[in-house]
């Protein structure tokens, strides 16, 4: 558990993913999801982790301060893809 505080993005969970390949898996997502709905809002629902980790992208954070970011049970994360990058628009 210690080596998992000391660096926390490039550590395997046993049987589980690296936050990074996590990180990944979710900002694919978003932006292929934006680009086919770019018109449109788009709502995903998630866990906390996940969730901390498009956050430290969007914002250009390093993955080892994901956790920065407050994210609560039932919250809600706004952020908005656009042609000048994006904005974290409101954390709930």
Known sequence: WQRMGQFRAGLRIPGGERHLDVQVRVI??????????AEQGIALVGHREP????????????LEL????????RSVTTIALGPNGP??????
């Open 28 to 37: 694919d997502l978003m932006l292929r999801l934006h680009e086919r709905h």
């Open 51 to 62: 969730i901390q980790l498009a956050l430290a992208y969007f914002a250009g954070a390093p």
């Open 66 to 73: 994901f956790d920065r970011f407050e994210v609560g049970h």
């Open 87 to 92: 904005r974290i628009l409101g954390l709930s």
